[in-house]
């Protein structure tokens, strides 16, 4: 079936160290997103990739980075930088006029 | 800039009443618009979209809404709730086809009671 897998669902990270969420498509999108959802905030846009090779920040990339170096990926790095990661993290892939979302991970900073 | 209003963070209903969510968007071009549902620590799940067709679209599970755009509204509604229509609904706004840079309201937490 394609889709989109997000990988882990539950991931830990201590103060000050860097974490990577992974994201893995087949349905051959060329556009993908990640997005960070905490509560009574709806979803905020981080960084998004119209290309292989190419990606542009969204409203709230500091203390993000994303790499696409094949059309299939869209890895997410959490760095130290960022001072509130605990969240709930989704990344989506589109094509014409709809979006489609993995089923998320939820960072927890311990 | 595009943007999405969300009225009510929650809203609660009787299983058997109508359900109505609330979204107005603001766009400066013909908005392509969506609604979303969350269910918990899962994905989105489209309901429905508008991309300049029918005004009145229909979607999953029963739901429906209507673009207005003399009242820059896109109302949720479904005449029947059921108990497994709990849950979180996004209504979500771009600016055309292709790159879907979305852009989300803050979700209205749907409460159905027996």
């Known amino acids: 079936d394609g889709g989109i897998t997000q990988s882990p669902k539950y991931l830990f990270r201590k103060e000050g160290q860097n974490v990577t969420l992974s994201c893995e498509q087949n349905?051959?999108?060329?556009?993908m997103y990640w997005y960070r959802q905490d509560p009574g905030q709806g979803l905020r846009l981080i960084y998004y990739?119209?290309?292989?090779?190419?990606?542009q920040k969204g409203d709230i990339a500091e203390g993000y980075s994303v790499s696409r170096e094949k059309k299939e990926s869209f890895p997410l790095t959490v760095t130290s930088a960022q001072k509130n990661p605990t969240a709930f993290y989704l990344c989506?892939?589109?094509?014409?006029?709809?979006?489609?979302f993995g089923q998320g991970t939820r960072l927890t900073v311990v | 800039a595009q943007s999405v209003t969300q009225l009510g963070s929650h809203v609660s209903v009787s299983e058997g009443a109508l359900v109505l969510l609330r979204c107005n968007y603001s766009?400066?071009?013909?908005?392509?618009l969506f609604w979303y549902v969350q269910y918990p620590n899962q994905g989105l799940q489209l309901l429905l979209k508008y991309t300049s067709a029918a005004t009145l679209v229909k979607g999953i599970n029963g739901f429906e809404a209507e673009f207005k755009k003399s009242e820059t509204s896109f109302h949720l509604t479904k005449p029947s709730a059921h108990m497994s229509d709990a849950a979180e609904y996004f209504c979500a706004v771009s600016e055309g086809t292709g790159f879907q840079k979305l852009v989300f309201g803050t979700g209205t937490r749907l409460l159905v009671s027996p």
């Open positions: 766009s400066s071009v013909p908005p392509y």
């Open positions: 349905l051959n999108h060329d556009a």
């Open positions: 989506a892939s589109s094509r014409l006029s709809e979006a489609f």
């Open positions: 990739s119209q290309i292989v090779n190419d990606f």
